[in-house]
């Protein structure tokens, strides 16, 4: 799979369910000092959990000093090497951060954060 072939897709918001079998999870946040921390997990349907059954989840990076966007192209790079078609991201240190459930429900929040 080539790189131009993984789509990149807002996370989800908490609480909501993801559905893809595979995909690339990134997320970034920020330190006490501003600086960001990434964590990279590579999530996949199948055996896990105390039942064998659920989410298998297999961190790549965890609170690592990496940029957003160096996070995602890594992630999209990584993606693509081993077919896994999407890569959601969250990026918390973006002032007015919307998850892409109230994207599509057209929330408020999407024009409250329009607003700051």
Request: with cysteine; proline share 5%; net charge negative.
């Amino acid at each position: 799979m080539k790189a131009a072939d993984v789509r990149i897709l807002p996370a989800l918001e908490p609480g909501e369910s993801y559905i893809d079998p595979s995909f690339v999870l990134v997320e970034t946040t920020a330190d006490a000092a501003g600086e960001p921390l990434t964590t990279i997990h590579h999530v996949s349907s199948g055996p896990g959990g105390k039942d064998g059954d659920g989410w298998k989840v297999t961190t790549l990076g965890h609170s690592a000093q990496l940029s957003h966007a160096a996070a995602c192209e890594w992630a999209v790079s990584y993606a693509a090497s081993r077919n896994i078609p999407l890569v959601y991201e969250c990026d918390e240190t973006q002032r007015g951060v919307v998850y892409a459930a109230a994207l599509k429900a057209g929330s408020s929040a999407l024009s409250e954060s329009a607003a700051k």
